[in-house]
């Protein structure tokens, strides 16, 4: 991807703003008209054709406008300058509603989630910090086949789970015994989420004891709280069903909004991660914007919207950012009561 001129970036955020004010492709006549370029439409029309040509913009069809793709949002948002606009008019409520559940580090986080959809009118996701979670009772691994084998487990807090693990290669019964056997000598009594590793197994072995890990991992991982599924129902991206069906999907799995969020959250400063750029296929389409808070010691979690590509940034930006700060806040006077 080529060096844009100062001309083809400020065009090609000129066609983010347009579309994302609009949600319609942009052509050149209301680019000049509604971005007050002084050049021709012609000139313009040339620029978007270099930049599509560059993979920032597209063509839906001959006789449209462009679209922006994935780099030109991002040249985009890296050009943003954040003006805390909304901030003083929604903090002092946000404040008011955090106090309400003082003292309740869950409700706190839920009411985080339902604010954040409430106000940017996208899907908010709260992700509670690992750690400090369900400790290992029990756990027994049964040979289900060759290459299956299931694994169940009693955690302190009465939870009785399963896990069916699959794994590349067939390994013996007297293997799954001992991998049993160490796993309940270094792990009972434990975090779910505690490391652990054992000495001389064949890749069979490794490949059972990395599905173990991965199963206690999801299951000793933060809570996710989802609010506002309904508003993705607004966006005109999703009107087509499989999109929808895509992204409806996608927030239901707790697994892939961890990765989401860990994936754009770039410390109490909030960040964007635009299309591709989270690596999860389901979210293609989408952005995330997310920021970490802190719940105490080294414990974090993330909260965070997923959108469209065409978000309003600026807002989501600004109002992740805020509340992350805002529930820290709120946590820290939890632990100080």
């Given at each position: 991807?080529?060096?844009l ?5 400020t065009?090609a ?20 008209a ?13 620029e978007?054709v270099?930049?599509e040509r560059?993979g ?11 679209v ?18 909304r901030?003083?008019?929604d ?8 106090r309400?559940?003082a ?24 992700v ?21 084998v ?13 896990a ?34 054992i000495?001389?197994?064949d ?8 599905g173990?890990r ?13 609010e506002?599924?309904?508003?993705i ?5 999703f ?54 808070y ?14 469209p ?8 930006l600004?109002?992740?950012a805020?509340?992350?700060r ?12």
């Amino acid at each position: 991807m080529g060096e844009l001129t100062e001309r083809q970036q400020t065009i090609a955020a000129a066609v983010v703003a347009e579309h994302i004010r609009t949600a319609q492709p942009v052509g050149s006549e209301v680019l000049r008209a509604t971005a007050g370029f002084g050049c021709s439409s012609a000139t313009i029309r040339n620029e978007m054709v270099r930049l599509e040509r560059q993979g920032y913009l597209e063509q839906p069809h001959t006789s449209a406008g462009r679209v922006p793709l994935g780099p030109a949002y991002r040249l985009y948002v890296d050009g943003l300058r954040m003006t805390d606009s909304r901030l003083d008019r929604d903090m002092t409520w946000i404040q008011g509603e955090l106090r309400r559940v003082a003292g309740q580090p869950e409700a706190a986080l839920r009411l985080s989630s339902a604010i954040l959809s409430r106000i940017t009118r996208y899907p908010a996701v709260v992700v509670a910090p690992s750690g400090g979670g369900p400790r290992l009772i029990d756990l027994s691994l049964s040979p289900v086949s060759a290459t299956n084998v299931l694994l169940s487990w009693l955690d302190d807090r009465g939870s009785s789970e399963e896990a069916l693990i699959e794994i590349a290669a067939p390994i013996t019964a007297d293997e799954v015994a001992r991998i049993e056997g160490e796993l309940r000598g270094s792990c009972v009594g434990r975090p779910l989420d505690t490391d652990f590793a054992i000495e001389g197994l064949d890749a069979a072995g490794e490949d059972l004891l990395r599905g173990i890990r991965e199963a206690f991992d999801e299951a000793g991982s933060g809570q996710v709280y989802v609010e506002g599924t309904t508003y993705i129902l607004d966006q005109p991206e999703f009107e087509e069903l499989e999109r929808l069906r895509r992204l409806i999907g996608t927030l239901n799995q707790s697994p892939l909004l961890r990765r989401a969020l860990g994936a754009a959250a770039r410390g109490q400063t909030a960040s964007a991660s635009i299309g591709e750029e989270h690596n999860i296929g389901a979210l293609r389409d989408c952005s995330v914007v997310a920021a970490s808070y802190s719940a105490g010691g080294l414990r974090e979690g993330a909260l965070g919207v997923v959108g469209p590509m065409r978000m309003r940034y600026s807002q989501a930006l600004e109002m992740v950012a805020a509340i992350a700060r805002h529930l820290s806040q709120a946590l820290a006077r939890d632990r100080e009561q």
